[in-house]
């Protein structure tokens, strides 16, 4: 039972799950070629190893890897990682030098959490060369990878926290974005976590402009059909409360 916990996740042919300590990290990929999306908590990097090699390929595939941004439950292994393999790293700007943990502290926009998290983070992640080692990329970049991978950024949860979106098979990964509690109800990044939630919404709504049908997580089921008719639901039902 422990193992079957963190078998990869398929969402589809080109696009898995790895339920890692903090969260699921995903992997997208074609070619025989890993993008690693996120990487979770210390202790983290042996099940991705073990769910990579369950799918029958190495960590040694892995070209390139999407940082969504610095909270710890997204970066906080990221040094074993590079240890064992010198991918490509993308990051939004904004989320860089937090990510290097070369930012004295931050502040929580409603509460201490974030603050005490990247306290904790900083005490064992903090590397300078991060700075230069991750590329930046914005709103409508695209990932160098054998599978179009384009970038949107959808601020609010964090400043410069980014999605990905895959055209070619209409799923986008939101990350900490949006939630999906018990694989059932939508809504919007959490409150306790987040930075600036008339951002998360205005994000949310900015999702509404992508072909999608399937939406990924970082911490709950995926939604895998009619994902644009959820978020629209959900958006409206927002604006009629308010």
Sequence with gaps: ?????????????????????????????NDNCICLVDIGYPGSYRFIKNGIKALG?????????????????????????????????????DEIPFIAGLVPAVKASNNQAIQLLYKKTKSYLTMPDLMNRISPVTEGDVIPFPYRINTVHLPGHTKGRIGLFLPD???????DSLTHKFGRQLGFASSLYSDDMKLVKQSALKLLDLDIDKIVFSHYPPITKNAKAKIKTLVTNDKERT
């Design 1 to 29: 039972m422990y193992m079957n916990i963190f078998k990869p996740i398929k969402i589809n042919h080109h696009v898995y799950q790895i339920r890692v300590i903090g969260c699921r990290i995903t992997l997208i990929i």
């Design 57 to 93: 390929l190495s960590i040694s595939d892995i070209n390139s890897i999407v940082l969504t941004h610095y909270h710890p439950d997204h970066i906080g292994d990221i040094k074993s990682v590079l240890e064992d393999v010198t991918p490509q790293i993308f990051a939004h700007k």
């Design 169 to 175: 098979n209409r799923t986008v990964i939101v990350g």
